[in-house]
Nanobody
Framework: QVQLVESGGGLVQAGGSLRLSCTAS????????MGWFRQAPGKEREFVAA????????YYAGSVKGRFTISRDNPKNTVYLQTNSLKPEDTAVYYC???????????????????WGQGTQVTVSS
């Protein structure tokens, strides 16, 4: 069982930045692919970014590519999402997710992930 705890959300003006963090329990963090998803009010949860267990492969949704960066620090059991040039439409609850994958793949569908955090709110004002 993996427990995930997100932090780093908040209120920011358009054009600003936030760094979200997600810390996982357990001792085999590097064997888990990680992803970030978000859900705005009245909308379905959508994929944001994903990273392989070793960190060598990343994948982004088109709406955030070039503005957001996913990274991980395996000794710290933590995955990050650096969000830059934020827009009001980025406002959502951001969730991190984990899936056991020792083969170095990335995953972008929510139903492919087994473990989820509780979410952190990001609000971007115009």
């Amino acid at each position: 069982q993996v427990q995930l705890v997100e932090s780093g959300g908040g209120l920011v003006q358009a054009g600003g930045s936030l760094r979200l963090s997600c810390t996982a329990s357990g001792r085999t963090f590097s064997t888990y692919a990680m992803g970030w998803f978000r859900q705005a009010p009245g909308k379905e949860r959508e994929f944001v970014a994903a990273i392989s267990g070793g960190g060598g492969i990343t994948y982004y949704a088109g709406s955030v590519k070039g503005r957001f960066t996913i990274s991980r620090d395996n000794p710290k059991n933590t995955v990050y999402l650096q969000t830059n040039s934020l827009k009001p439409e980025d406002t959502a609850v951001y969730y991190c997710a984990a899936r056991r994958d020792p083969y170095g793949s990335v995953w972008y569908r929510s139903n492919e992930y087994d473990y989820w955090g509780q979410g952190t709110q990001v609000t971007v004002s115009s």
